[in-house]
């Protein structure tokens, strides 16, 4: 039996997904599995997967029905047999050393782990609105100690609640993290399944965060993040991650979708984040939606997205409503939380501005071709250092 699965939901998008695959089977144990749930149209990746299904670490289904996201990655999920489960995308990788931190683990009695995200990938029809082609190719690794820490769920969940769960930083994860099955198992029999909302990323951590005590924090790389020129990464590059519901291709293949009225109805990384956070916690923890900052959803809205005000001001005036509050009280908070977040981008920008290049001062190896070399690029890397987890773990 595996004591680690590692998870992938695709469609359409064969030309990454194989080189994924390759690279987490060019992993030297027997001790992972890797699922990848396929709901394609295309059949590409059904044909391309043939010459990998000689390995039996690799259990490969297809799926006739058109799936959503979260239905997609439910599905996979269910087909893992490892004792712990780790969720990437089709076009990212794992380290050769996740092996190692799962044994940590297991050795350990730690349920969940969550590593900083150190390298990255970007593949090379990766566009930036800014930089072009600046990124394409490359692999950015950044410093590191290698330090393990605990940390407390409860206390990540007040932070990510107050930041209206934008994103899943500061919480154990899922997606790029690592946890034990049955941890998701006890999300499922609660909330009747693994995902809920249209973000399994951020909903996979929140439902983490409520059933697990504390978390493994690791600085030390034990996946690489793709990024791809049709990925959400590659969208938000060029600034066209947002739009109406209705046309996004994203939101089309949910069915029945609740898009609650305190969520801006419109299309962006904040809104998607807001609404699979909010589903998330209804099934959780209804009496935790009372910590939901919705006023910093709607600030940090305002601020990314002006042009959607109209959907932005019309869920305000249903949150005062709901809620009962005075108009002058809840309108300061706003225009307070705007002018924090609006000081906070421009010296990011500013900041940014006086490192010019593509890379900003990361340091960065060019010229990989796809993610497997990615993958192999970053074990070349800490081999040349003599870093390994296995090590350093020893002296935490």
Same mark, same amino acid.
């Given at each position: 039996?595996?004591? =680690? &699965?590692?998870?992938?939901? @695709?469609?359409?998008? $064969?030309?990454?997904? #194989?080189?994924?695959?390759? %690279?987490?089977? +060019?992993?030297?144990?027997?001790?992972?599995?890797?699922?990848?749930?396929?709901?394609?149209?295309?059949?590409?990746?059904?044909?391309?997967?043939?010459?990998?299904?000689?390995?039996?670490?690799?259990?490969?289904?297809?799926?006739?029905?058109?799936?959503?996201?979260?239905?997609?990655?439910?599905?996979?999920?269910?087909?893992?047999?490892?004792?712990?489960?780790?969720?990437?995308?089709?076009?990212?990788?794992?380290?050769?050393?996740?092996?190692?931190?799962?044994?940590?683990?297991?050795?350990?009695?730690?349920?969940?782990?969550?590593?900083?995200?150190?390298?990255?990938?970007?593949?090379?029809?990766? =566009? &930036?609105?800014?930089?072009? @082609?600046?990124?394409? $190719?490359?692999?950015? #690794?950044?410093?590191?100690? %290698?330090?393990? +820490?605990?940390?407390?769920?409860?206390?990540?969940?007040?932070?990510?609640?107050?930041?209206?769960?934008?994103?899943?930083?500061?919480?154990?994860?899922?997606?790029?993290?690592?946890?034990?099955?049955?941890?998701?198992?006890?999300?499922?029999?609660?909330?009747?399944?693994?995902?809920?909302?249209?973000?399994?990323?951020?909903?996979?951590?929140?439902?983490?965060?409520?059933?697990?005590?504390?978390?493994?924090?690791?600085?030390?790389?034990?996946?690489?993040?793709?990024?791809?020129?049709?990925?959400?990464?590659?969208?938000?590059?060029?600034?066209?991650?947002?739009?109406?519901?209705?046309?996004?291709?994203?939101?089309?293949?949910?069915?029945?979708?609740?898009?609650?009225?305190?969520?801006?109805?419109?299309?962006?990384?904040?809104?998607?984040?807001?609404?699979?956070?909010?589903?998330?916690?209804?099934?959780?923890?209804?009496?935790?939606?009372?910590?939901?900052?919705?006023?910093?959803?709607?600030?940090?809205?305002?601020?990314?997205?002006?042009?959607?005000?109209?959907?932005?001001?019309?869920?305000?005036?249903?949150?005062?409503?709901?809620?009962?509050?005075?108009?002058?009280?809840?309108?300061?908070?706003?225009?307070?939380?705007?002018?924090?977040?609006?000081?906070?981008?421009?010296?990011?920008?500013?900041?940014?501005?006086?490192?010019?290049?593509?890379?900003?001062?990361?340091?960065?190896?060019?010229?990989?071709?796809?993610?497997?070399?990615?993958?192999?690029?970053?074990?070349?890397?800490?081999?040349?250092?003599?870093?390994?987890?296995?090590?350093?773990?020893?002296?935490?």
């Amino acid at each position: 039996m595996p004591i =680690l &699965s590692i998870v992938v939901a @695709t469609h359409n998008r $064969s030309n990454y997904a #194989i080189f994924a695959a390759k %690279s987490v089977l +060019s992993i030297e144990s027997d001790l992972i599995e890797l699922i990848i749930h396929d709901t394609s149209t295309d059949g590409k990746l059904a044909i391309n997967i043939k010459e990998l299904q000689e390995d039996n670490r690799l259990r490969y289904q297809h799926c006739d029905v058109r799936l959503s996201m979260t239905e997609n990655h439910n599905r996979a999920l269910s087909l893992a047999t490892g004792d712990y489960v780790c969720l990437i995308g089709d076009d990212d990788t794992v380290s050769t050393e996740i092996v190692n931190a799962v044994q940590w683990a297991v050795e350990n009695n730690v349920d969940a782990i969550s590593p900083r995200v150190i390298a990255n990938y970007a593949w090379p029809d990766f =566009l &930036s609105k800014t930089f072009g @082609t600046g990124h394409s $190719s490359r692999v950015y #690794i950044d410093n590191f100690s %290698s330090d393990i +820490s605990l940390r407390k769920s409860e206390s990540g969940l007040r932070k990510s609640l107050k930041n209206a769960c934008q994103g899943a930083d500061g919480l154990p994860k899922i997606y790029h993290g690592i946890v034990r099955r049955s941890i998701m198992e006890k999300v499922k029999k609660k909330t009747g399944d693994y995902f809920h909302g249209v973000s399994p990323d951020v909903s996979g951590a929140l439902g983490i965060a409520s059933m697990v005590d504390s978390f493994a924090h690791i600085d030390y790389p034990l996946t690489i993040p793709g990024a791809a020129g049709n990925s959400n990464t590659g969208r938000s590059a060029m600034n066209a991650h947002r739009g109406k519901l209705e046309d996004d291709p994203h939101i089309k293949p949910y069915k029945n979708l609740v898009w609650p009225e305190l969520i801006p109805r419109f299309f962006s990384v904040e809104t998607v984040w807001g609404q699979a956070a909010y589903e998330t916690l209804s099934k959780l923890d209804k009496e935790k939606l009372k910590e939901f900052n919705f006023v910093y959803l709607y600030s940090i809205c305002l601020v990314n997205h002006p042009d959607y005000s109209k959907e932005i001001f019309k869920s305000i005036i249903f949150y005062k409503n709901e809620f009962n509050l005075n108009y002058f009280s809840m309108f300061s908070k706003i225009i307070y939380t705007i002018m924090n977040i609006g000081t906070r981008k421009f010296i990011r920008i500013f900041k940014r501005a006086m490192k010019p290049t593509a890379s900003g001062g990361r340091f960065f190896i060019p010229n990989v071709k796809n993610i497997y070399e990615a993958g192999k690029t970053l074990e070349i890397f800490l081999n040349s250092k003599s870093i390994s987890f296995k090590n350093r773990g020893k002296n935490v």
